[in-house]
Each structure stands twice: as C-alpha cells, then as structure tokens.
C-alpha cells in the first residue's frame, strides 16, 4: 500500500526558502515519475516539479524554473523540493504524488498521478 508523508512546510518571507520532504512507503517498480503539486485556494492543483524514483529530475514548471530544485534519497525514501526565492504566489497546500503512467515521462498533470499525499502548507508573506 501506497504511503506519502509530506513535511517542512510552513511561514516564510519574500525570498526566503522552505524544504519540502516526502517520505514514500510502498514503493514499487512500476512508479514512473513522482511528482510535487501545489494548489491554492481558488485555483487548480497545477504540477510543481517530478523526478524519475531512483533517477534524475523529470520536469520543473516555468514558474519554478531556477528557483526549485527536486531531489531525492534513495536510502531513505524519500524525495525532497528544495525552494529559493520564494514568492508570495508560491503559497499554498504542496503534495507529493506517485503516477504509474508513462504520460508522467513528459508532462505534469495531476491527472495522471494515482496516489497522493496529504499535503503541507507553504505560506510565503510580501
């Protein structure tokens, strides 16, 4: 069974930076991307940034690009976003979330994710 914890959020300044944990059980050779979301009240859950399981990053939303860095631990199962100049419309719930669909090889839709986290709030103040 398919476990994701999501740790590290919380209230930080304009330009300041957070690091995003999610510790997966349930880990399994048919994942093909795990992948960080975000959702802000009144909006759609739009992908953040995914990662191959036991690989390289995948994808990184425009908005995000140069300023998020996803990793990962293999040892420890989990995979982390590391966040850098952060910005008052990066606030919001951030999930982790494990797709078994190859469609996650190239694009960042929540549709194509099965399982989900419970989320952390990210609060970034002007």
């Known amino acids: 069974q398919v476990q994701l914890v999501e740790s590290g959020g919380g209230s930080v300044q304009a330009g300041g930076s957070l690091r995003l944990s999610c510790a997966a059980s349930g880990w399994t050779v048919n994942w093909s991307a795990i992948g960080w979301f975000r959702q802000a009240p009144g909006r759609e859950r739009e992908g953040v940034a995914s990662?191959?399981?036991?690989?390289?990053?995948?994808l990184y939303a425009e908005f995000v690009k140069g300023r998020f860095i996803v990793s990962q631990d293999n040892g420890k199962n989990t995979v982390y976003l590391e966040m850098d100049s952060l910005k008052p419309e990066d606030s919001g719930m951030y999930y982790c979330?494990?797709?078994?669909?190859?469609?996650?090889?190239?694009?960042?839709?929540?549709?194509?994710?099965?399982?989900w986290g419970q989320g952390t709030q990210v609060t970034v103040s002007s």
């Open positions: 990662i191959v399981p036991g690989g390289d990053p995948l």
């Open positions: 979330a494990v797709s078994t669909s190859v469609r996650a090889q190239w694009r960042l839709s929540a549709a194509d994710f099965d399982d």
